[in-house]
């Protein structure tokens, strides 16, 4: 049974930085993708970034561009979300999936609360 547990969420002043971790369990994620999604309070959940087994194919929304990287490590099975220069509007539950592709990312963790400051 896949098992993603997230972490690094937390409270932050706007223009501050946090680093989100997914850790997966369960079975070897090396050929997997894995993404970071995001739902805010009265919004629906929405795609933040992706990246394909091999650490490349990476994919970012348009509003997170230049400000978050995503990054893996396949040996501890285990992405990465840094977010720099947050905003307000950031603020959300921070939800790591892993899939056979970005367009399947169909297991989930349980989330983690990013609250921005303004």
């Known amino acids: 049974q896949v098992q993603l547990v997230e972490s690094g969420g937390g409270l932050v002043q706007a223009g501050g930085s946090l680093r989100l971790s997914c850790a997966a369990s369960?079975?070897?994620?090396?050929?997997?993708?894995m993404g970071w999604f995001r739902q805010a309070p009265g919004k629906e959940r929405e795609f933040v970034a992706s990246?394909?087994?091999?650490?490349?194919?990476?994919y970012y929304a348009d509003f997170v561009k230049g400000r978050f990287t995503i990054s893996r490590d396949n040996a501890k099975n285990t992405v990465y979300l840094q977010m720099n220069s947050l905003k307000h509007e950031d603020t959300a539950v921070y939800y790591c999936?892993?899939?056979?592709?970005?367009?399947?990312?169909?297991?989930w963790g349980q989330g983690t609360q990013v609250t921005v400051s303004s």
């Open positions: 999936a892993v899939g056979s592709s970005r367009y399947n990312l169909d297991s």
């Open positions: 369960g079975r070897s994620f090396s050929r997997s993708a």
């Open positions: 990246v394909g087994w091999s650490g490349g194919n990476i």
